[in-house]
């Protein structure tokens, strides 16, 4: 088996175990809750409809079910990409319980061939699924794609790791990192800054962050610096964050 098709199929052990044992909102996991800084982007083209989001990698709806919920009165829609067949079906089954259904397009995809379509969308949101596209040049084609997908006055908005490193507990012992796409925070942060030109930066952070995963049934230290990057087209008015 290659490394990516590795890499994947433990991604998939992961969020399918993931989504199995934590509920949509549940404390207890990263489901809680929405990501702000998305939340925040949705709130900046306040005023605007219809809104049209497309949620790259959107899982079981952590984002994208708060997004329909915030436009539901407003018309468009939120397009929900994503590879995993776990959680396209737990996306539907949400998005009927929180009573969105009618604002959630679903679209089970890899985003290594996912199409966007020029100047379609207000919104494109990506958090933690970038960097499991499968090379750089392959991210560069879809940051490429989300800069042409956007109309005018649009929002991007992108949550991506960098510098990741896996550590087993018990031994300290470093493993190599199942990550597809795994650079320095520097550089990621100059790709996303070159793709971007011409665009207003409007939030642009770096955090470090820790949390424990299980890899071959042992405990392991993931660590990594999490890259928060908002971006607005051709707009002046971007203080609000």
Known sequence: MDRIKFIRKEEKKYHDHCYDNYRLFEKGSWLYKPVKSVM?????????APLNVLDLGAGVGRNSIPIAEEIKDKGG????????????????????????????????????????????YDV????????HVSSENILERVLNQMTQGTK?????????????????????KRHDALMEVNLTTDRMIDKLTNN????KVVKQLVRPLEYQI????KP?????????????QNSNECSRF
């Open 40 to 48: 925040e982007s949705i709130a900046l083209l306040e005023g605007k």
């Open 77 to 120: 829609r939120v397009v929900c990409v994503d590879l995993l067949d776990s959680a396209i079906e737990k996306l539907i089954e949400y998005s009927k319980e929180f009573d969105v259904a009618d604002i959630i397009e679903t679209e089970k995809a890899d985003i290594d061939q996912y199409s966007i379509k020029e100047e379609e």
């Open 124 to 131: 494109i949101v990506a958090v933690s699924s970038l960097e």
């Open 152 to 172: 005018k006055g649009g929002i991007n908005c992108i949550i991506i790791n960098s510098e990741i490193e896996e550590i087993e507990i018990e031994t300290n």
């Open 196 to 199: 971007y030109k011409g665009w």
């Open 214 to 217: 299980v890899r071959d049934e």
């Open 220 to 232: 392991v230290l993931l660590k990594s610096n999490v890259i928060t990057f908002v971006v607005h």
